[in-house]
């Protein structure tokens, strides 16, 4: 693809002097430490708050390497997919309403490139804010429940966990194609996002859902046998390339 190089290389300062790398690095891990000390600490918060105003009572499920686990995987999933979103929602959009797209495939740069810069560098992105928020959360946990879990199945849900959003993050930017509006493609994406959530609940459809295959990544970090999620895990792994080849096709019928 003529021009990725500069282009991913362009993409990539503009995260950095944006602010946005650091935006999402501090995301991830604040809640990444935030899940493990929830787990940890909320009942005995809980218990010390009612005990001072009366009596209050309040039910809380006692600390454990599940809860944990799943504190950091339900936090880090759902601010991640809102990272994501907010990431890619002006990728082209913006480009095509400032006509600054136009500008730069004047030059020796493809189309696909172009699109293909914008993907792997937010992608990137949060990558990087995967490793920092599921790193201190692995961290935070080891200290707080000293027990065997696998550091490869934890590596796992930390894989797929980022996979999950770079789901979203090419979703979002075919919306961004499609659109000359940031916001319409936000819309767009999270109306996705309100599908595939409804879609993961349904007990037939769901395990094949980006959704849906968070649940086998947090057997895997727990050690526990995860079932046949393997074409499930290729199913999403083949849709990235698939919506990108979508959003390329609409791209290169545009005129900008």
Not at 10 to 29: D, P, S, Y
Not at 62 to 77: C, E, F, I, R
Not at 224 to 247: H, I, K, Q, S, Y
Request: aromatic share 10%; glycine share 10%; hydrophobic share 55%.
């Amino acid at each position: 693809m003529m021009g990725f190089r500069v282009l991913l290389a362009k993409e990539l300062r503009e995260q950095f002097r944006t602010g946005r790398l650091i935006a999402v690095a501090a995301v991830f891990v604040l809640f990444g430490i935030l899940g493990p000390l929830t787990d940890r600490y909320l009942k005995e918060i809980l218990d010390a708050v009612g005990s001072q105003s009366g009596g209050m009572t309040f039910t809380v499920p006692a600390p454990s390497l599940q809860g944990d686990l799943t504190q950091v995987l339900k936090n880090l999933s759902q601010f991640g997919i809102v990272c994501a979103l907010l990431l890619a929602m002006g990728a082209v959009a913006w480009e095509k309403e400032r006509g600054t797209a136009g500008m730069i495939l004047t030059k020796p740069a493809s189309r696909a490139s172009f699109l293909a810069a914008k993907l792997v560098a937010i992608s990137l992105n949060l990558a990087i804010a995967t490793l920092l928020g599921c790193g201190l959360g692995y961290l935070y946990t080891a200290l707080l429940y000293p027990s065997n879990f696998p550091f490869g199945g934890y590596v796992a849900m930390a894989a797929i966990l980022w996979w999950t959003m770079v789901v979203f993050v090419a979703i979002t930017l075919l919306g961004s194609t499609l659109t000359r509006s940031a916001m319409a493609a936000a819309g767009l994406a999270f109306i996705a996002f309100l599908v595939l959530g409804i879609l993961a609940s349904i007990p037939m459809i769901g395990p094949w859902s980006p959704l849906g295959i968070l649940t086998p990544a947090q057997h895997l970090a727990l050690g526990e046998p995860a079932g046949d999620f393997l074409w499930p895990l290729v199913l999403n792994l083949a849709l990235v390339p698939v919506l990108f080849g979508l959003t390329w096709l609409v791209f290169r019928r545009q005129e900008l």
